[in-house]
């Protein structure tokens, strides 16, 4: 038997990836089917590439925003909102309480089984939600710091025997960023079309601009 999730407010899908070369738009199916399911019906997505150890991430401050009180912000996991620092993590959440927003992540059960329930057994499982939501920011954040450190003993190593090469350019996607520049499209259409970041698009021009001086 499928749990009928009936919102009060409007459902707003928010999707990240780490980078550039990431898809963003990875866990589209998965949110889509949970909705379907659950008789949601989601009213926008919320798409960027932006490190989730970033509180100020355009499209996730546009989606607080937007919501209105008692709207959903769906997630697929907790670290695709956060891989926040304790500080941050708790200013974000105060962000979300202000408009008395409900998280609700794919892979988290209760902060969808709530639904339907009598006040006491709703007020319940807010709190249970409240305390399961910061353990699981705290491990995305721990996760952050450990693949961080990892990576910087990775590039220690490979210093030291004179293997770094330093981080490599997508030259294909400068290219693409160029090509669609000059032909007329604005920053935002780029960013639509390759799911990219400003900072990138800045770095494919600054990259352009340098190979043609030295030519």
């Known amino acids: 038997m499928t749990t009928q999730t009936v919102p009060k407010g409007f ?3 928010y999707l990240r990836a780490s980078t550039t070369e990431q898809d963003a738009t990875r866990a589209l199916d998965t949110i889509n089917s949970f909705a379907i399911e659950r008789g949601l019906s989601i009213c926008n997505y919320y798409i960027e590439n932006e490190s989730g ?11 607080l925003k937007d919501c209105q009180q008692n709207d959903i912000l769906l997630v697929e996991d907790v670290d695709r909102l956060s891989r926040l620092t ?3 993590w708790n200013t974000l959440k105060k962000m979300i309480r202000q408009k008395d927003i409900r998280v609700m992540a794919v892979n988290v059960p209760t902060t969808w089984l709530s639904s339907g ?10 709190a249970i939600n409240d305390m399961l939501l910061d353990m699981l920011a705290a491990v995305a954040r721990r996760d952050y710091e450990q693949r961080r450190e990892r990576q910087q003993q990775g590039i220690t190593r490979a210093r030291r025997e004179g ?8 030259q294909s996607r400068h290219d693409a960023i160029n090509r669609l520049l000059d032909s007329g499209s604005s920053w935002t ?5 390759l799911g990219c970041s400003r900072g990138t698009i800045s770095s494919a021009i600054k990259r352009k601009s340098g190979q043609s001086s030295s030519e």
């Open 163 to 170: 293997k770094y090469k330093g981080r490599q350019i997508n």
């Open 117 to 126: 329930m009598h006040d006491f057994d709703s007020r319940m499982f807010a």
């Open 11 to 13: 459902v707003r899908a």
């Open 189 to 193: 259409q780029v960013q639509k079309v």
């Open 86 to 88: 304790g500080e941050d």
């Open 53 to 63: 150890s970033k509180l100020e991430r355009p499209e996730l401050f546009r989606l």
